[in-house]
């Protein structure tokens, strides 16, 4: 019996190891069974069957058909890649269709057969078919995700009660369109050459879904109870099919092209389950106008909208229903104004013609054309500034209060809107002051301040500032009772004002943004010293690390009078902190200094029970206290989701640059671990797009290996997609990335970009004026080739990296320099591989908020040992997590170990035959080792000959004994850190100042 290194093993010949690898296959886990099976209706002889599945350890799925009873029979085979469905036409809907699936490897192990479905019940209307199941009958209904799929067997007659419910529903809903001025067809049309309209009774998205291949709609929303007599219980499955036809009677409408259509199609439907009355006769129709409850209702999505304005309008999604509202209400202009439900409704009409006209328009331009069609001067911006004003005075009653802010709707029965969230709610005296930092507001969005001055404010002080240069839209009212007896608005970057006290009961601030979103500071005051937190932020927390054992942390301080003159020459003694309510030790503040007006404190962060953000307080002896919310994070590491964008085309084939990109990608992959996501994209003159999975290593390798595997694949060829790759890139972050993660788009190229119909800047320019979630970039550009500019110019614009690595521009000029002089640094294989190496673990340090403490390029020559070197890594005490990484110019068989301060080993996080990679929490402080040795060559040389029979060369067992080329680098989480402070006069204190 011989033994052996896996390193070394895997240096074996090829066909050694297939014969080995063959054998474990054979004792793979078979695949896990297929779920939420689904039998739908298309035609009325065809079944839509489909499944889900996790598709690991998975070539192919077999799916079988039994036809009443006779036995089952495989009918096809899908590729485990291909789209988890069979769709079985021309069948005889007289019989019994019925379908399961199984999940086959590639050693033909199957998982456990799937639940099984049968083709469904026909319900046909005049414009619907309508395919369902039965519970508690022959039918077959597994549920998924949980939930059913079939309808309660409940007959009205001869006919299922739900299933007639939602076709008469449906009819009633097309029967409205052309009364208020929709073309008759509009809603209408099957998809294809189908005579009716394709409607499931399935599990949909929680309720009802839309799409070019018909209509969805769930039990659970059927089969709710609704008196239209006492108007009791909850009409949900009027509405809900209401609004699924809506959607197909937009979709008559072709044209709209805009980045986020949801906030007119999903907003639009919502608000159409308000505004239409169902049926053609209008004195007899089914209205829902004065229901103000239920689920996937109007009025709490309305509601819902009351708690989150400042978020952009036009790329929400049904938030936006209370708009079209708004804007059918106020210029909409029906002949019988008195019809509260629908007057107003041919604006809706009005903007769908528009969209059809044109042919490609985006939603705010199609609505400034309806406008202007129905004889209105204003366009959306002078919508959306009277709207926002509207969302908080339509609670007012007073005779100044202007109509275009009063909602027809809530002077009917269910029509009352819940009052607009309010980010300041206050009273305050002469004393007082109301100072908000880190505030933010999205384009089109909203936010709310409202004050109760006491009678003996005589002057209310407001400034608003920003840290952006956007133009806002702002708005004062003074309200007495229920009226409003003070107006003022202005269009500005920053805003002041001092309003006299006229026995203001409120005084109410609206900061609307207009086309780009804002970061600014308000005040709201009386006359008196105020302590203010400027560092850190609820908009700008700072991260401290393990809850048990926190790191240290900055905090800067104001103390200004009600003049807004900072106070100097205080004593740094009188100030005190807690975090959280635990209080701070005055051991616990490190240092203290004073910078110019500002008072700066390093202070400890005192030890919490939980992960999570915490309130952070300053008090000052004089009686101040600020606080800021939610400003300190404690939480060990932000997740990461990170895609890496690959360059393959042609030119990266050159001096070796694709392979050594291919195996530092890999490298940079294993800088992660559970909890992170990857993706891989690579780019040519196209680009393949992988999904964004979680990082694991199991079972058979995960993900991790699921990308190496794409890796490997790979090959150089074409030209570069440059902007396509970033804005796919973009995309698979934006789909399936997960918000409360970091991203970040790691992209690797060679060239400038030479096909796509993506512009690179512009890509950047979109990513970085984008407003939610949004990557950093990493570029790293490969030889004088590259697009330099843009690419260092795409890191900057989104706070990335820039790394670049030297090599020549062609192979005459590798050729010169390597005839210049034997001694020369012309490009090798080994510098480009360790190149590449570096700048991913750059990069993978940067976006895991690491500190670098360590970079060595070896062997170490100079030690006078040949096959055998001891790297000493020095790390500080304190360090919240050292990551450590070595990687070699190829495949190794060295025998590594790391050992910390004490001399003793620690094992490996991920390795493969060219790299390892250590994670180790809290490491000690002191010089940590890694020892690399070469084995003994002769006698691993000999076990190859005996063994398996090879002839080795003496040569190559000469050479054998010596390490190749290594890189080794180390980087730390520590609280060690560098504070810059650039002391400019307080008005000249703007971002973007130089």
């Not at 499944?51 to 899908?78: I, L, P, S």
Request: hydrophobic fraction near 35%; include cysteine.
């Amino acid at each position: 019996m011989c033994n052996w290194t896996i390193r070394s093993f895997l240096r074996l010949p090829s066909a050694c190891i297939s014969l080995l690898l063959i054998s474990f296959l054979a004792f793979a886990d078979p695949p896990t069974v297929p779920f939420n099976i689904s039998c739908q209706g298309w035609e009325a002889d065809t079944t839509r069957f489909y499944w889900a599945h996790d598709g690991e350890n998975v070539t192919e799925y077999r799916v079988q058909k039994n036809v009443d009873g006779a036995g089952w029979n495989t009918v096809t085979t899908v590729a485990s890649d291909d789209d988890k469905r069979y769709f079985d036409t021309g069948i005889d809907t007289e019989k019994n269709h019925r379908y399961r699936v199984t999940a086959f490897n590639d050693v033909d192990d199957t998982s456990a057969t799937s639940a099984i479905c049968n083709n469904r019940k026909i319900y046909t209307t005049e414009h619907f078919r309508i395919f369902y199941g039965l519970r508690g009958t022959s039918d077959d209904c597994p549920q998924i995700d949980g939930n059913d799929v079939c309808l309660d067997n409940i007959n009205d007659g001869s006919t299922n009660r739900y299933v007639k419910l939602a076709g008469d529903a449906m009819e009633d809903s097309l029967e409205a369109f052309p009364r208020v001025g929709f073309g008759t067809s509009k809603g209408t049309e099957a998809p294809g050459d189908l005579d009716r309209i394709p409607v499931n009774v399935v599990w949909c998205d929680g309720g009802g879904c839309a799409g070019g291949g018909g209509l969805g709609l769930s039990p659970l929303l059927l089969e709710t109870a609704f008196d239209f007599t006492s108007r009791v219980g909850d009409p949900v499955a009027y509405i809900v099919s209401l609004h699924e036809v809506f959607h197909f009677l937009q979709r008559d409408y072709p044209g709209l092209k805009d980045p986020s259509g949801a906030w007119v199609t999903e907003g639009q439907a919502r608000s159409t389950q308000d505004k239409f009355c169902m049926g053609e006769n209008r004195s007899t129709c089914y209205d829902f106008d004065d229901i103000d409850t239920g689920y996937a209702g109007y009025v709490p999505q309305v509601d819902g909208y009351m708690l989150s304005t400042f978020r952009a309008i036009n790329e929400s999604s049904y938030d936006a229903a209370l708009f079209w509202t708004y804007l059918t209400e106020k210029y909409g202009n029906d002949p019988d104004d008195s019809d509260t439900v629908e007057n107003g409704m041919n604006l809706m009409v009005t903007f769908w013609e528009e969209v059809e006209a044109d042919g490609e328009i985006d939603g705010i331009s199609a609505l400034n054309k309806a406008l202007a069609t129905l004889g209105h001067t204003e366009k959306f911006k002078d919508v959306w500034k009277d709207f926002s004003v509207a969302n908080y005075a339509k609670d007012l009653s007073g005779p100044g209060v202007n109509s275009k802010y009063q909602y027809d709707d809530m002077a009917e029965a269910g029509g009352t809107y819940d009052p607009v969230m309010l980010t300041v709610n206050q009273a305050i005296t002469n004393a007082d002051q109301i100072i908000r930092t880190g505030e933010f507001v999205e384009q089109w969005g909203a936010n709310y301040y409202e004050i109760q001055p006491d009678p003996s404010v005589v002057n209310v002080d407001i400034q608003v500032t920003q840290d952006s240069l956007s133009t806002l839209y702002f708005t004062v009212l003074g309200i007495q009772g229920s009226d409003i007896t003070f107006e003022e608005h202005d269009q500005s970057r920053n805003f002041e004002i001092s309003l006299p006290n006229d026995s203001f009961d409120k005084v109410v601030v609206i900061v609307t943004a207009l086309e780009q979103l804002a970061n600014y500071r308000i005040s709201i005051n009386g006359i008196d010293p105020v302590l203010v937190i400027k560092r850190p932020t609820t908009g700008n927390s700072v991260a401290v690390g393990d809850p048990a054992a926190p790191d240290k942390f900055l905090v800067a301080l104001e103390l200004i009078d009600g003049a807004g003159e900072p106070i100097t020459g205080v004593d740094l003694n009188d100030f005190s902190f807690t975090v959280g309510g635990n209080a701070v030790t005055p051991a616990d503040i490190i240092t203290a200094s004073s910078v110019q007006d500002q008072h700066w404190f390093v202070i400890r962060a005192p030890a919490q029970t939980t992960n999570g953000l915490f309130d952070l307080q300053a008090d000052y002896a004089g009686g101040q206290t600020d606080v800021e919310d939610d400003s300190v994070n404690y939480a060990s590491r932000n997740d990461v989701d990170s895609v890496i964008t690959l360059d393959r085309s042609g030119s990266m084939d050159d001096f070796n640059k694709f392979e050594s990109a291919q195996d530092a990608a890999k490298l940079f992959i294993d800088s992660w671990r559970g909890g992170d996501q990857i993706a891989l994209v690579s780019f040519a003159d196209g680009v393949t797009v992988g999904s964004l999975t979680p990082w694991t290593d199991a079972p058979g390798g995960g993900s991790r290996q699921a990308i190496f595997d794409q890796i490997d694949l790979l090959l150089p060829d074409g030209g570069t997609a440059l902007g396509d790759a970033l804005q796919d890139s973009w995309d698979e972050l934006d789909i399936n990335g997960d918000s409360a993660h970091d991203w970040a788009i790691v992209l690797l190229s060679d060239g400038l970009q030479t096909s796509g119909a993506a512009n690179f800047p512009d890509v950047v320019s979109a990513i970085r004026g984008s407003s939610g979630s949004k990557p950093v970039i990493h570029a790293v550009a490969v030889g004088p080739d590259a697009d330099q500019r843009e690419m260092q110019r795409a890191a900057t614009a989104t706070n990335g990296t820039y790394q670049y690595i030297a090599l020549p521009a062609s192979a005459a000029a590798a050729s010169r320099s390597t005839m210049a002089s034997s001694t020369s640094s012309a490009i090798t294989s080994s510098s480009v591989q360790l190149n590449f190496d570096q700048r991913y673990r750059v990069v993978a340090s940067k976006m895991d908020n690491l500190q670098q403490i360590f970079n060595l390029v070896g062997p170490m020559l100079a030690d006078g040992n040949p096959d055998k070197d001891v790297v000493t890594i020095p790390v500080e005490n304190g360090g919240a997590e050292l990551v450590l990484s070595l990687s070699f110019d190829g495949v190794t068989d060295a025998d590594i170990v790391l050992r910390d301060p004490n001399g003793f080993p620690v094992p490996e996080f991920k390795s493969n035959l060219r790299h390892s990679i250590w994670r180790v929490s809290n490491p000690l402080g002191g010089n940590w080792t890694l020892e690399l040795a070469k084995p003994e060559g002769p006698i691993i040389l000999k076990l190859l000959e005996n063994f398996f029979g090879l002839i080795i060369s003496p040569a190559y067992a000469q050479s054998a004994e010596y390490l190749s080329p290594y890189l080794v680098h180390a980087a730390l989480r520590s609280e060690t850190r560098m504070d810059m402070y650039f002391p400019l006069p307080p008005n000249e204190r703007i971002v973007g100042t130089s």
